[in-house]
């Protein structure tokens, strides 16, 4: 019983460390998707202060500062969507840290069952040698 136990929290710890890179992978592809949307938002700002027009929908507007733009929008766009996939990461992190935690306290309890069959046992032991004694007198 002690090893098919213990095998199973081996495999729940297991699945909560690759829950939690995850997780982990996600929030530093939200943070890259949103650092590279800011580096873009300077870029534009530096081609609206070089060319003197910040209005899209002016015929001279930068091509540059265009296609800036969509790619901006692009990223935002993008860590918003991992941002509902780092929501439904953190969720099975935490239903596997839930799962993990069931286990543990059950083996706990089976290992308290053991100790005090254990102790029982050794009780009885007593008992028994306390009465031989008792009888001889």
Do not use: P, W
């Not at 202060?49 to 001279?60: L, R």
């Amino acid at each position: 019983m002690k090893s098919r136990s213990e095998s199973l929290i081996r495999l729940k710890k297991f699945q909560v460390d690759e829950k939690r890179r995850q997780v982990a992978q996600i929030e530093m592809m939200v943070a890259d998707f949103e650092r590279m949307a800011s580096e873009l938002d300077q870029q534009i700002e530096i081609e609206h202060t070089k060319t003197g027009i910040s209005d899209v929908a002016h015929f001279a507007y930068s091509t540059f500062a265009k296609a800036a733009l969509t790619r901006r929008d692009n990223l935002l766009a993008s860590a918003n969507d991992m941002k509902s996939k780092l929501e439904a990461a953190q969720d099975a992190l935490a239903e596997a840290l839930e799962d993990l935690k069931k286990v543990e306290l059950l083996d706990q309890r089976e290992h308290q069952r053991e100790r005090d069959e254990q102790n029982k046992q050794e009780q009885d032991a007593y008992d028994e040698v306390a009465r031989l004694r008792y009888r001889r007198q």
